[in-house]
Nanobody, 127 residues
Framework: QVQLEESGGGLVQAEGSLRLPCVAS????????MGWFRQTPGKEREFLAA????????YYAESVKGRFTISRDRVKNTVFLQMNSLKNEDTAVYYC????????????????????WGQGTQVTVSS
């Protein structure tokens, strides 16, 4: 079992920045990828970014490429999402996710590829 806890959300002005941390605990050795998703009411959860836990190799959804950066601190078992140039449409609940090594991979943007989820943190962008 892996537990994930996101934080760092809040109200930010358009064109501003936020940095979201997600702390992982429990059986973190089984994790091969960490990622970030977001969701607004009535919509499916949207994949944003992923990072290989060991190598640090990132992968980004086209919608956030160039604005968002994912990183991780292996010692602190923490993954970060740095969000820059925020827009109104970035308003959402942001979720941290973790894969279990060996689980079937159906694509980064398929929720079935991921096993563990945090409770989410609200990000609101105002203009």
């Amino acid at each position: 079992q892996v537990q994930l806890e996101e934080s760092g959300g809040g109200l930010v002005q358009a064109e501003g920045s936020l940095r979201l941390p997600c702390v992982a605990s429990g059986s973190t050795s089984e994790t091969d990828l960490m990622g970030w998703f977001r969701q607004t009411p009535g919509k499916e959860r949207e994949f944003l970014a992923a990072i290989a836990w060991l190598s640090g190799t990132p992968y980004y959804a086209e919608s956030v490429k160039g604005r968002f950066t994912i990183s991780r601190d292996r010692v602190k078992n923490t993954v970060f999402l740095q969000m820059n140039s925020l827009k109104n449409e970035d308003t959402a609940v942001y979720y941290c996710a973790a894969r279990s090594a060996g689980r079937r991979f159906l694509g980064y943007d398929d929720e079935r590829s991921w096993l563990y989820w945090g409770q989410g943190t609200q990000v609101t962008v105002s203009s």
